[in-house]
């Protein structure tokens, strides 16, 4: 015989069921798994919740409390209540969510997405069913297995010594700070009930108030798998379980915990057009222009040396004067030993393979770098580097340019912006038919927010660029 | 219209900004951690919601609920990210739950390297989960369509129902050009026929995906197959480069794509008529162009890929064998470059 309930909260007749018996659930006789559904159907209805609700239905026995629970209905993975319900709530404010949950799926498998969930202090309600056993495939050992007992996969009693001790969920959770409320409850008699229907109940009126989380660990018996009667069933409780899980409120802070509201979407393109600073930061879109030359430009040296931010330098002028241009930075093993190195590629048309096999341009900072690529220089090309590096066989057939980089930063009046000089330097003999004046207005776009800065590097690019234009490489 | 240089992991959050998506789930896994970033950096202050999930696996089921609400949703990750969310794929797939999850592969199997690959490919376009049912898939260029097509996800998502998948690579990722920024933001409606989002219109449904009878589910998945045929009738996208009088067509998306352009244009140099073909949907494949061009004469296909050939089984599949399929390919994080490509194509040239 199957099990009937009827209650306000649940649906009055189960077609989600489907098959003869409409009226009765799926659960086994006996099952107390129907008194939950029950308590947590007339709390909703009688606090108003039904429409604001989302049952979360497990993988286990429960799978389809979706046929009963008159409220919005989910079912999910195994053991991934807790985050489903994370993202329910984090995008509806208003949703009360129930998350209904199996030893197996919250204490074992969905151990960390119910743990984190719990830290996080997420706005649901959990229904913890602690059967000490995995109801729907068999009657397996579950975490919360008491020690000793027998089922399929502890055939001569659970053994401490191979698995372990009973998980207790309650007092774990009340470990963390952030749940707002955490209880222990059984149905092994009336004056239980009547505390367990209190905690049911808590549990939702803090969701109703949208307070945080709040965990109920509901102790009952398994009696298929465990082949109990119902007194058999709930002796075993009431002697067992609750020797082993104490009952009780472990926590309620419901009194003083404030209404914590979660942020309403802005999707005015106003507010997104602001938050990425299009006000400041605009260049115009890109000219077509197929006659001029694409030139490809390679950057390299240490890591310190700022090879990247002097790629992007170049690059966004490129971008302000409305040609096409990409840069990519190395990455991967090229990275190691602390250098680094980008290419740039600038044209009058959509830029083809970011990468610079060959390169127009080299700018070399540091010996490794420029012994490295200087092969990789075009014929007719130009190769620029660090005059620091000092003596070097140029190759053949290639523009060769040492750059007192450091010097020219110094008496601009910044040291530390060599890479800055380099630009100035590019911007007289790169090449690039770039206007001057943009190549400022990157420079103030890339150090954006520090006056101070972009005077700096303003005026070693400018001592560069001019140093740059009378040199014949 | 506004331009600004901006890095392709920036720009897919670009794009999920103006294209309404709510909430973002993450877990960091370089390359893709930048994602991850951008949207605690821009998310909060449109009002949208992030959240730093425990594993990916978390994070995949936070977008499950999210989705579920009907809202536009997200995640992004990497290789070994994209496994652990597999199980989620299948659950939303089989709940018809929309979803937009970006892939930033890295090399594997394993834990591999963080260097730019396209291995995973088949657990993204065949679908690493269990069960009958496909992603939508997209492969962006470049950092415009990073943003773009992230955008596009989205529409798609809520168009069919699916998970769209935003396939790109380390390169893509790391790359800076300029965007032009969307002309329009979206400020989605939820679908309540079907959405479960805690309000009095939406309290009939139910969002799962179990059916217990066989019959039920077999009527369920016949259906899906259904949704498919329309998706691969409608939605098939690619471009073509110098394809028009070419005999040898180069196939290949993402960055390789963009490097295949290079050799395509040294080989014609050379008096090889080369031609590129890119798929901009992997699934949908654009068989139906690429039959074109074997109809019309194309000789000989080349796959390029960072892959060992995952992508040419599906050339082959839609060629039906009409023409021989080459593979030019890099493994372990090594980009495949401009020359190799091109040797390739001389050889297959040397053949015809
Ligand atoms: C990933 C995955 N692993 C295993 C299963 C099989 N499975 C279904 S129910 C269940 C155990 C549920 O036990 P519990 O959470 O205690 O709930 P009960 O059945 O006792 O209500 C398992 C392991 C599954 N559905 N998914
Ligand atoms: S298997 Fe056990 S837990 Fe599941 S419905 Fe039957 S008695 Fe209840």
């Given at each position: ?34 008194v ?27 799978v ?20 489903v ?42 229904f913890?069913?602690?059967n ?12 919360t297995t ?11 009693g ?38 367990a ?30 082949k ?6 709930i ?22 915990a ?13 507010t997104?057009d602001?938050?990425?600073?299009l ?8 000219k ?13 040296g ?42 740039v ?44 590096i ?11 340019l ?5 010097e ?12 800055t ?14 206007p ?20 700096q ?17 | ?28 896994i ?14 909060p ?26 809202r536009?949703?997200m ?5 070994p990210g ?11 797939s ?7 999850i ?18 995973d ?23 415009q369509?990073?943003c ?10 809520q ?19 300029p965007l032009?920024?969307p ?15 805690g309000?009095?219109v ?62 395509v ?12 073909f890119?798929?901009?949907?992997l ?8 039959n074109?061009?074997v ?21 082959k ?12 390919n ?14 390739k194509?001389r ?6």
């Amino acid at each position: 015989m199957e099990k009937v309930i009827q209650t306000r909260g649940l649906y009055k007749t189960f077609p989600r069921k489907g098959g003869s018996a409409q009226t009765a659930t799926h659960y086994c006789p006996g099952c107390e798994h129907g008194v939950l559904h029950k308590l947590i159907g007339e709390a909703l209805a009688d606090l108003g919740l039904q429409d604001r609700t989302v049952v979360i239905s497990p993988v286990g026995c429960s799978v389809f409390a979706y046929y009963y629970f008159d409220t919005g209905n989910i079912q999910v993975a195994h053991g991934r209540a807790a985050a489903v319900g994370t993202g329910i709530s984090r995008t509806k404010n208003d949703a009360v969510v129930i998350s209904y949950q199996g030893d197996g799926d919250l204490a074992s498998i969905g151990l960390n997405e119910t743990l984190q969930a719990a830290n996080r202090g997420e706005k649901i309600a959990v229904f913890f069913v602690n059967n000490t056993v995995y109801g729907m495939t068999g009657g397996q050992m579950a975490p919360t297995t008491l020690v000793g007992e027998k089922t399929e996969t502890s055939p001569e009693g659970r053994d401490p010594l191979q698995a372990g001790y009973p998980l207790h969920m309650a007092e774990l959770i009340s470990q963390l700070k952030a749940p707002v409320y955490i209880a222990r409850v059984s149905f092994s008699n009336m004056a239980k009930l009547r505390q367990a229907r209190q905690a049911i109940r808590k549990a939702l009126e803090i969701q109703r108030d949208g307070k945080g989380y709040a965990f109920v660990e509901v102790l009952m018996a398994c009696p298929t798998n465990q082949k109990m009667n119902v007194e058999a069933a709930i002796r075993f409780v009431s002697e067992q379980m609750e020797a082993e899980y104490p009952l009780g409120v472990l926590r309620d802070r419901s009194g003083e915990a404030k209404t914590l509201v979660r942020a309403e979407s802005d999707y005015r393109k106003e507010t997104l057009d602001r938050l990425l600073h299009l006000d400041t930061d605009r260049a115009p879109d890109a000219k077509l222009d197929p006659s001029a030359r694409t030139v490809s430009v390679k950057m390299a040296g240490f890591g310190g040396q700022g090879v990247l931010s002097m790629g992007v330098i170049l690059a966004r002028t490129a971008c302000a004067a409305g040609k096409f241009v990409s840069w990519y930075p190395s990455y991967g093993p090229e990275q190691r030993g602390g250098t680094a190195n980008c290419g740039v590629v600038i044209s009058g048309q959509p830029v083809g393979s970011p990468v610079v096999a060959e390169a127009d341009v080299l700018v070399a900072m540091n010996r490794p770098s420029l012994e490295k690529f200087a092969g990789e220089v075009k014929p007719g090309g130009l190769l620029i580097y660090n005059a620091a590096i000092g003596e070097f066989a140029a190759p053949a057939g290639v523009r060769v340019l040492a750059v007192p980089a450091q010097e020219l930063a110094k008496q601009g009046g910044s040291p530390r912006a060599s890479n800055t000089a380099m630009v100035g330097v590019l911007a007289a003999l790169g090449g690039f038919g770039l206007p001057d004046a943009v190549y400022r207005e990157a420079i103030a776009t890339h150090f954006s927010g520090k006056e101070s800065v972009v005077k700096q590097n303003e005026a070693v690019f400018e001592l560069a660029r001019q140093w740059g234009a009378k040199q014949k490489p | 219209m506004a331009t600004q240089l901006v890095k392709g992991n920036t720009a897919v959050i670009i794009g999920a900004l103006y294209a309404g998506c709510d909430s973002f789930f993450g877990y960091p896994i370089t390359p893709a951690s930048e994602i991850l970033h951008e949207a605690a950096k821009k998310f909060p202050a449109a009002g949208r919601r992030m959240v730093q999930a425990e594993s990916e696996e978390a994070a995949i089921n936070m977008v499950f609920g999210a989705g579920a609400t009907g809202r536009r949703t997200m995640t992004a990750s990497s290789g070994p990210g994209i496994s652990l969310k597999q199980e989620g794929v299948s659950y939303l797939s089989g709940a018809q739950v929309p979803a937009v999850i970006v892939d930033i592969m890295r090399a594997g199997p394993g834990l591999g390297n963080i260097g730019p690959e396209q291995g995973d490919y088949n657990q993204v376009v065949k679908g690493g989960g269990h069960g009958n049912y496909r992603n939508l898939v997209l492969a962006p260029a470049s950092v415009q369509e990073m943003c773009d097509f992230t955008r596009k996800a989205f529409e798609l998502a809520q168009k069919w129902r699916m998970v769209v998948f935003v396939l790109a690579d380390g390169v893509l990722g790391q790359m800076i050009e300029p965007l032009r920024f969307p002309e329009a933001s979206v400020a989605p409606e939820t679908d309540t026929s079907w959405a479960v989002d805690g309000t009095a219109v939406t309290r009939p449904n139910v969002v799962t995906s179990i059916f217990l009878n066989f019959d039920q589910q077999e009527a369920f998945n016949r259906q899906l197959q259904e949704k498919y045929a329309a998706v691969e009738a409608a939605e098939q996208d690619s471009e073509d480069y110098r394809m028009e009088d070419a005999d040898i067509g180069l196939v290949a998306y993402g960055i390789s794509a963009r490097i295949a352009q290079g050799a395509v244009d040294a080989a014609r140099a050379e008096g090889i008529r080369a031609g590129l073909f890119r798929p901009k949907t992997l699934y949908p494949f654009p068989k139906d162009a690429l039959n074109a061009f074997v109809a019309k004469g194309g000789k000989q296909l080349v796959s390029v890929e960072m892959s060992n050939g995952q992508m040419r089984d599906d050339i082959k599949l839609a060629v039906e064998c009409r023409c021989p399929v080459h593979l030019a390919n890099r493994l372990g994080g090594n980009l495949i470059t401009r020359d190799e490509v091109l040797a390739k194509v001389r050889e297959a040239a040397k053949k015809a």
